[in-house]
């Protein structure tokens, strides 16, 4: 197990590594560096910029050296002293801009994914054991639908109702009087209280996927041999369900929580967006909007980052849960 | 009848469905081509029935969309801006009817109380609608010059989905849009198409170390948040070019998007039919690699990987509408239903003006409609199968 994990480790850094390197390589495409921005921003401020004082400034900086030697002085810089840069929009440094955005993005990605298994995994065990009843055939509908529609147009949508019937926006993750209030036990429960609208579009997909595999799998599960002969020993239904198959099904559920959580924190950005909630999402598009590429690179990486770390995890529960894979053999 | 049973004893396929009892169909069953079986099978698929039609609709309108929409897409009717859908009559206000459907003159009114513009049908003016009108000159494909529109009014103005804020009229430009985004998706598809079969292709048939290289390769790619790189990628593209080179590079960008899924297809599918005995047979034939591939390992994947395309397609789709919604993609003038979404951002316009909403219904209409084909032909593709 530990060798398992160790190795798992290993390459995560090494993925890592290797993100890091594109993310690099998306700040610097843009024409332009921060010398030519920096010079542009005085200008605007009407001090007198040479082009003189640009080469300088460049020098000064580091920016005319070679490329590996600026993603080297970039990534230490992260590493070494959590440095990220500087944001030109907002001339403040990017880890200042990003405070405690990250923390939001986090937990509902983190809450999407439990919202995701805790809707799923009940209800794919309900369509396998009561195949073509009309439960069953809700969730297929849903499911189709949930699956075709893309997140953030599923969050127009929602909005739409929400404004035409209720009255109100569900957009937001505060209630008013909580947005400027400093955390407390209240402001954690009204975002909770908030918190589930969001998760519900980013995990509406997801979970119509993960439905879909439960139910496949368990269907195949329930009628094998093993089932009978258990049913056979006399052990209660609810129990042997429980017992076997369902503990077989759950694994390529459990295989696929990296992949729910890179597309979760794929559409993220844009359900942030357009339902206006404070965390990175609407930075990260007017970072690109801008061209404010330090800190949108920054939270290319940090989204980067949570995916692999995801992966990582998944992977990790999944040799847990199967010693098939503990053991190094291929499923 | 011999011949036939012959037949089933050398390649045992399953007994044919009960249904098919009589001799015909059962002659026809077994003498039936690869094609005609999946048809069969995919004609069973209600669904996938029901998507295609939708499907070749969308296509015809990609197709004919000067023809079909009533107006230009930049046409603008500027005392009807942000007005709401035109609705057909039959009736009149007499009660009579009429077997030529026609729309009431609007009179625009602003309400004093909440400065919202009311919009009145003149029942006493009718604007009739005639077949093959002339109306806005056009360039169909760019080629044939013509003024004729499928249907239209000759007096006053006939938008039956509403206008824009500029007052153009929204079922053009969706008809126009459908065409865009079709385009990049069918476009898109034949760049992962290509690159998925060659990679994979690589990966399957020399098998080792270089299959080892590019499957950990295709497993960084699928760990990336795709949406979010391919949005700072394209955020990165020179705000001076042109909005057709931004359409180009665009599309290009959403084909780099979607290959792995197939390369690991094709890769799989060669894996196991490499050591199969019609390969070693034609490899003892003195058959080249090349051959091998083209003649006996493509075909017999065929199916698969077509699957696998029209699963695919919404993906490319849904992305130029990401993209081109937030106004990291495609830009005016070259419109799509992305750019057409851009309307839709703000949630008061939306409440205020819903009918800005359609372009949402064609696209998730035309991504159900492909995965419910997808879904058919899934089944289809392994006509033997039950």
Do not use: C
Not at chain 2, 184 to 209: C, Q, T, Y
């Amino acid at each position: 197990m530990a060798k398992f994990v160790i190795q798992r480790f290993i390459i995560m850094t090494l993925m890592l590594a290797a993100l890091s390197i594109i993310v690099f390589i998306t700040i610097e495409l843009p024409p332009g560096d921060y010398a030519d921005r920096r010079a542009l921003h005085l200008r605007s401020a009407g001090v007198l910029v040479t082009s003189e004082d640009v080469v300088s400034l460049r020098h000064q900086l580091g920016l005319d050296r070679p490329w590996y030697v600026r993603y080297f002085n970039w990534i230490s810089n992260i590493v070494l002293h959590g440095n990220f840069g500087q944001s030109f929009g907002l001339h403040l440094p990017v880890t200042q801009v990003l405070g405690e955005r990250v923390g939001l993005t986090v937990m509902l990605a983190v809450a999407t994914i439990i919202f995701t298994y805790g809707l799923a995994i009940p209800i794919g065990i309900y369509s396998a054991i009561r195949q073509y009843s009309l439960g069953d055939y809700a969730a297929t509908v849903v499911g189709y639908f949930g699956m075709a529609t893309p997140s953030f147009m599923l969050a127009l949508i929602l909005l739409y109702f929400s404004v035409m019937v209720i009255g109100t926006s569900v957009g937001g993750l505060f209630s008013p009087e909580y947005n400027e209030a400093p955390w407390s036990w209240g402001k954690f429960v009204d975002l909770l209280r908030h918190l589930w609208v969001p998760a519900l579009v980013l995990g509406l997909a997801g979970t119509a996927f993960e439905i879909r595999t439960m139910r496949a799998t368990l269907l195949d599960e329930k009628n094998k041999l093993y089932v009978t002969a258990a049913r056979a020993k006399g052990l209660p239904e609810w129990k042997l369900l429980m017992k076997y198959p369902v503990r077989v099904a759950l694994n390529p559920i459990v295989s696929t929580i990296g992949w729910e959580l890179t597309a979760i924190i794929a559409g993220a950005p844009l359900v942030s967006f357009v339902l206006a909630l404070p965390d990175t999402g609407p930075l990260f598009l007017t970072a690109l909007l801008d061209q404010d590429t330090y800190l949108s690179g920054a939270i290319l990486l940090m989204y980067a980052a949570l995916t692999i770390l995801g992966t990582f995890l998944s992977d990790v529960l999944l040799a847990v849960l199967d010693p098939r894979i503990r053991y190094g053999e291929r499923v | 009848m011999t011949q036939i049973t012959e037949a089933v004893d050398v390649t045992p396929r399953p007994t044919p469905p009960p249904s098919v009892i009589a001799k015909d169909a059962e002659i026809k069953y077994y003498t039936a081509s690869q094609f005609q079986l999946m048809w069969w099978k995919f004609r069973k698929h209600r669904l996938a029935l029901i998507g295609m039609v939708i499907l070749g609709t969308f296509v015809f309108i990609a197709l004919f969309a000067e023809f079909l929409s009533p107006y230009t897409p930049g046409a603008r009717t500027p005392n009807y801006l942000f007005g709401g859908p035109q609705v057909l009559h039959f009736v009149d206000a007499e009660g009579n009817f009429h077997l030529r459907p026609f729309t009431y003159a609007l009179s625009a009114a602003m309400d004093p109380e909440t400065f919202l513009l009311e919009v009145k049908e003149d029942t006493s003016e009718p604007w009739p609608v005639y077949f093959f009108v002339k109306g806005d000159p056009y360039k169909m494909w760019g080629l044939i010059e013509s003024d004729i529109h499928l249907f239209g009014v000759q007096e006053g103005h006939l938008h039956l989905l509403g206008t824009d804020q500029l007052g153009r009229d929204i079922l053009s430009r969706l008809f126009h849009a459908t065409r865009t985004s079709l385009t990049i998706g069918v476009v898109g598809l034949f760049i992962s198409f290509f690159l998925g079969l060659i990679i994979g292709g690589i990966s399957g048939f020399f098998g080792g170390s270089i299959d080892e290289v590019i499957q950990r390769f295709i497993e960084f790619i699928r760990s990336i948040p795709t949406l979010p790189l391919w949005m700072a990628l394209a955020a990165s593209l020179p705000r001076e070019w042109s909005p057709q080179r931004v359409y180009f590079t665009i599309t290009i960008l959403l084909g780099l998007l979607g290959w792995t899924h197939l390369a690991r297809r094709v890769r799989g599918k060669l894996l196991s039919l490499r050591e199969e005995d019609f390969v070693v047979a034609a490899r003892i034939a003195g058959s080249s690699d090349a051959r091998i591939i083209a003649r006996h390992l493509l075909p017999s994947f065929l199916s698969y990987i077509i699957v696998d395309l029209s699963i695919s397609f919404p993906y490319m789709i849904l992305a130029e509408t990401s993209l081109s919604f937030i106004g990291l993609g495609l830009r005016a003038p070259v419109i799509s239903w992305g750019v057409l979404l851009q309307d839709a951002q703000n949630i008061q316009a939306i409440a205020l003006y819903p009918w800005l909403f359609t372009p949402v219904a064609f696209v998730i209409i035309s991504v159900m409609a492909f995965s419910f084909v997808g879904d058919g032909m899934r089944d289809a593709a392994d006509p033997y199968s039950r």
